[in-house]
């Protein structure tokens, strides 16, 4: 089998200059979940049709493997969007599925059955279909194209609102953007649809001249409503995003993962969790993340494109973003880790801590109020309350290394490039701008200097 996703529209009702079909969903393209959605019910030959700013669109698909078509006249139609892709499967002598691009809900197990339907009819009732639509019922199927049949369930014609009769607007089988046609007849009938009143060829309209023909042409009921449902307006995107974003939450907590409040919780198609996750409510999981076993990702945090060990605790409003979290450890609250940081086994990032670009190995502690850039830091290392590794000089980012087994007391600055070294010890509240050798301690402090009464004068 053959597809062509049909993807040239100018989608007016989003008022967007984008190309609608470039709007995402969980982070990616609609036209991502499209293209999907076909790859995983079997086809391999897909041809994507453009128009609307088409370079946009071929650029955000260009590594999907797809064959693309342009439609010279973004507004002439869906019939004619298929007519610009006929050098793909004029020649064909078998069946073309045929999908909107702006169909971001139609599930591949769907494509599947459709294409398993058309097979059993041909085996058990020797009849040749030439024609499959998929469709639902609708308790309210305004905007919806109407299937119109006759007696036996053949498909008469499938008529667009706007030029429906009052009759025909009573229909609640509606049309879901999905078709699977036998391509020598479609050849045969997609050049003789004629302009509609606004102009535009409709594909809808080859069901009706297939049925002329005495052809067959049937629909196929979607399991759940939702499927069918398009988009066109930015509402429409809103629906679907939360419809796909529920169907990922559902699918993890069947995979066994504990999932609190999930009208609340983002998690992105690419994320991984490997069981028995536990996610409180507000949480977000994007691009390419991977949680480990038995996490525990407390509420509101937010982890993007980064690995998460087995048995990570991550406490409230965390950040964690191109980084690698090791097994055991303990993350914030309140804490980011950022730039290809790694926290290594054990290691505890607490309140208010953020880590950019810098390795912290096994059982290292900084617990407060700390900013550690562009460090490496030794095992069993302890980090105080509010120490700051200066790492930029107002040019250039330097480097600082702290050994195993050092102690950086509170509020102590270092000043970089700087290196610490193992059993090392900096007393609270030093400025420390040269090495400290192994096992040294450095001490940094103006002398205090204690005027008698002079505190009490100060305060009344």
């Keep these: 089998m053959k597809a062509v996703i049909l993807s040239a529209g100018m989608g007016t009702r989003?008022?967007?200059?984008?190309?609608?079909?470039?709007?995402?969903?969980?982070?990616?393209?609609?036209l991502w979940y499209v293209l999907q959605t076909v790859k995983n019910s079997g086809v391999e030959d897909i041809g994507v049709v453009i128009g609307h700013r088409a370079e946009e669109v071929k650029k955000a698909v260009e590594d999907e493997m797809v064959s693309f078509y342009y439609q010279k006249n973004p507004k002439g139609g869906t019939a004619d969007a298929l007519i610009s892709s006929a050098d793909m499967w004029r020649s064909y002598e078998g069946y073309v599925l045929v999908i909107n691009g702006d169909t971001p809900l139609v599930r591949s197990s769907t494509l599947k059955n459709m294409q398993r339907y058309i097979s059993m009819v041909e085996e058990y009732e020797r009849v040749k279909l030439s024609a499959l639509v998929l469709t639902s019922f609708l308790p309210d199927p305004t905007g919806y194209g109407r299937v119109v049949k006759d007696g036996e369930g053949?498909?008469?014609?499938?008529?667009?609102?706007?030029?429906?009769?009052?009759?025909?607007?009573?229909?609640?089988?509606?049309?879901?953007?999905?078709y699977i046609f036998y391509a020598p007849h479609l050849l045969e009938c997609v050049f003789c649809v004629k302009p509609s009143n606004s102009g535009e060829l409709y594909l809808t309209d080859i069901f009706n001249l297939m049925y002329q023909k005495g052809y067959k042409t049937r629909t196929f009921m979607a399991e759940d409503p939702t499927e069918i449902l398009g988009v066109n307006t930015r509402w429409d995107l809103a629906v679907a995003e939360n419809v796909i974003r529920l169907r990922i939450l559902q699918h993890w907590a069947e995979k066994g993962?504990?999932?609190?409040?999930?009208e609340s919780v983002w998690i992105e198609p690419h994320v991984s969790l490997d069981g028995n996750v536990e996610i409180y409510p507000n949480v977000m999981l994007t691009g390419k993340t991977k949680i480990g076993k038995n996490c525990v990702i407390g509420k509101g945090s937010i982890i993007e494109n980064s690995v998460i060990e087995d048995d990570v605790l991550i406490e409230p409003y965390s950040v964690i973003?191109?980084?690698?979290?090791?097994?055991?450890?303990?993350?914030?609250?309140?804490?980011?880790?950022?730039?290809?940081?790694?926290?290594?086994?054990?290691?505890?990032?607490?309140?208010?801590?953020?880590?950019?670009?810098?390795?912290?190995?096994?059982?290292?502690?900084?617990?407060?109020?700390?900013?550690?850039?562009?460090a490496h830091i030794g095992n069993n290392t302890n980090i105080g309350a509010g120490v700051v590794f200066a790492n930029f000089d107002g040019k250039k980012k330097h480097q600082t290394h702290v050994g195993s087994n050092a102690f950086v007391g509170s509020n102590s600055l270092l000043i970089a490039p700087l290196k610490v070294g193992d059993f090392a010890y900096i007393a609270g509240g030093s400025v420390v701008n040269k090495d400290v050798p192994d096992g040294d301690l450095a001490i940094s402090r103006p002398s205090l200097k204690l005027l008698k009464g002079k505190g009490k004068e100060k305060l009344t």
Excluded: W
């Excluded at 993962?257 to 999930?262: A, F, G, V």
């Excluded at 054990?346 to 810098?358: A, L, P």
């Design 14 to 30: 989003f008022k967007s200059e984008k190309p609608k079909v470039l709007h995402t969903i969980l982070g990616k393209p609609m």
């Design 257 to 262: 993962n504990t999932i609190h409040q999930p």
């Design 154 to 178: 053949s498909v008469i014609k499938i008529v667009e609102e706007k030029e429906a009769s009052f009759e025909e607007k009573k229909i609640n089988e509606v049309n879901g953007g999905v």
């Design 321 to 374: 973003r191109k980084s690698k979290v090791m097994s055991k450890a303990h993350i914030g609250p309140f804490a980011h880790i950022r730039d290809e940081s790694a926290v290594g086994e054990e290691s505890h990032i607490g309140n208010f801590v953020e880590v950019k670009k810098s390795v912290i190995e096994r059982d290292v502690k900084a617990k407060h109020l700390a900013y550690i850039g562009d």
